[in-house]
């Protein structure tokens, strides 16, 4: 390996939103506005308490089954436009995340990401953020059955990567996310660096290391090893 340095993770996992990319507020921020012109009023403190880290079809099935309102058929493809459009002039890459991905390479420890978002989302975001040739390997909630916080996305992930799930540090910033880490038998990391988080007082298991921003992370590198978490 570069540098001396011997190889540690056999995978690092990355979630897109919240982690690479600053979007959550700006998706939030979307998605209220939306609700709001077909009669749904709800405020950010919702949307990060149900709907952090999950698909939109689950978004979806919480506001049919308990705020009691049916999305009209176009309601998602208009979602993701209007995001989409937003993204193309306000949406930045975490700051920070560049050299940390830099670091992964230097190790030589394989990355890749994990991500509730739609393939057409994710990919036009990595574009966008400048994060996409770093970032080849993609997997997405379309891909299996169950969404998080089910660990299947990670399992399929560290299956086409070929790593072992104990020897795999998932970085996530949504509690469905370390759910899953945790159920696919996964070390987890918390990062709490975005936008969205900022003054939130969170729910979170004290076990999970913090990661507060990405100039943190060589020393977390260094502080965690598949060895010395098995």
């Known amino acids: ?8 993770w056999d995978l690092i996992i990355f979630d897109c939103d919240g982690v690479l990319i600053d979007s ?26 149900n709907f952090l880290g999950r698909s939109f079809a689950t ?19 208009l979602y993701r436009t209007r995001l989409l459009a937003r993204f193309e002039t306000e949406l930045k890459p975490m ?11 230097a190790r030589g420890v394989p990355v890749c990401v994990a991500t509730s978002s739609s393939p057409p989302r994710v990919s036009r975001s990595l574009d ?14 379309s891909q299996v059955a169950r969404g998080k916080p089910a660990p299947d996305l990670f399992l399929l992930a560290a299956k086409e990567m070929g790593a ?15 759910e899953a880490a945790a159920a696919a038998g996964m070390i987890a990391v918390r990062f709490i660096g975005g936008g969205h988080l900022a003054g939130a007082t ?8 913090l990661l507060r921003d990405w100039a943190e992370f060589p020393a977390l590198l260094d502080r965690l090893r598949p060895e010395a978490v098995a």
């Not at 939030?28 to 009023?41: H, N, P, W, Y």
């Not at 978004?59 to 493809?77: C, M, N, S, T, Y």
């Not at 966008?128 to 997997?139: D, N």
């Not at 072992?164 to 370390?178: F, M």
Request: hydrophobic share 50%; glycine share 6%; charged share 25%.
């Open 202 to 209: 969170l729910r979170h298991d004290p076990a999970v290391p």
């Open 95 to 105: 700051p920070g995340i560049a050299p940390a991905l830099a670091l992964t390479a």
């Open 1 to 8: 390996m570069e540098n001396g340095m011997t190889h540690d």
């Open 128 to 141: 966008i953020a400048g994060l996409a040739p770093a970032l080849r390997h993609v997997f997405t909630a």
């Open 24 to 49: 959550e507020l700006l998706s939030a921020e979307v998605l209220i506005e939306l609700l709001a012109e077909a009669g749904v009023d709800i405020g950010f403190d919702h949307v990060r308490r």
């Open 59 to 77: 978004v979806a099935k919480h506001i049919r089954e308990d705020l009691g309102h049916d999305l009209a058929p176009d309601f998602e493809q």
């Open 164 to 178: 072992e799930p104990a020897r795999t540090l998932v970085i996530e910033d949504s509690l469905p996310g370390l």
